[in-house]
T-cell receptor, first 110, second 113 residues
Framework: DVKVTQSSRYLVKRTGEKVFLECVQD?????MFWYRQDPGLGLRLIYF???????EKGDIPEGYSVSREKKERFSLILESASTNQTSMYLC?????????FGQGTRLTVV | GENVEQHPSTLSVQEGDSAVIKCTYS??????FPWYKQELGKGPQLIID?????GEKKDQRIAVTLNKTAKHFSLHITETQPEDSAVYFC????????????FGPGTRLSVLP
């Protein structure tokens, strides 16, 4: 079974903190994605990567950055967390068509 | 860019009834349309997909139809069961172009016993 693992299920951080969300996949997929999920807005793409050290902005990249130093790991970074970044964050990977999602990280910024 | 709309946002049906969720897309270049189911506390999981060269696809109680001319596609669930209760997302993408999915806002389906 393909596995996409996100490092934390729940996180509580303070405003202004630097936050790292980690995602690891075990199927040698080339493509990895970070989405943000908010009620009524569905899944919105933050950043994606087609290869190691490559990154592309999605629809809502402001306030976020990413890192992909190894093929299996894709990190989302909140440089200075703000309350409007309180949300569910989902990581996904894909090789061809099907996207495999992690279980999500619910981040609360206080 | 692509825009995907999804209706209804919530849907309640009696167990055994059918459920239909509809999506529209804007980019005629999109050629791959997956449906994902998200159960409570879990990430979305693919349940069925359809490519633009196919009009309908079935998998047991689940079917998806696609109308390329009208740019809409629908998910049909027959003989609904309580375990079908979840949030369902449609998506559109251009296959073989990096799989950059655009998702609809989701439909919360409740199957009442």
């Amino acid at each position: 079974d393909v596995k996409v693992t996100q490092s934390s299920r729940y996180l509580v951080k303070r405003t202004g903190e630097k936050v790292f969300l980690e995602c690891v996949q075990d199927m040698d997929h080339e493509n990895m994605f970070w989405y943000r999920q908010d009620p009524g807005l569905g899944l919105r793409l933050i950043y994606f990567s087609y290869d190691v050290k490559m990154k592309e902005k999605g629809d809502i990249p402001e306030g976020y950055s990413v890192s992909r130093e190894k093929k299996e790991r894709f990190s989302l970074i909140l440089e200075s967390a703000s309350t409007n970044q309180t949300s569910m964050y989902l990581c996904a990977s894909t090789m061809d068509t099907e996207a495999f999602f992690g279980q999500g990280t619910r981040l609360t910024v206080v | 860019g692509e825009n995907v709309e999804q209706h209804p946002s919530t849907l309640s049906v009696q167990e055994g009834d059918s459920a239909v969720i509809k999506c529209t897309y804007s980019d005629s270049a999109s050629n791959y349309f997956p449906w994902y189911k998200q159960e409570l506390g879990k990430g979305p999981q693919l349940i069925i997909d359809i490519r633009s060269n196919v009009g309908e696809k079935k998998d047991q109680r689940i079917a998806v139809t696609l109308n390329k001319t009208a740019k809409h596609f629908s998910l049909h669930i027959t003989e609904t069961q309580p375990e079908d209760s979840a949030v369902y997302f449609c998506a559109a993408s251009i296959r073989n172009y990096g799989q950059n999915f655009v998702f609809g806002p989701g439909t919360r389906l409740s199957v009442l016993p």
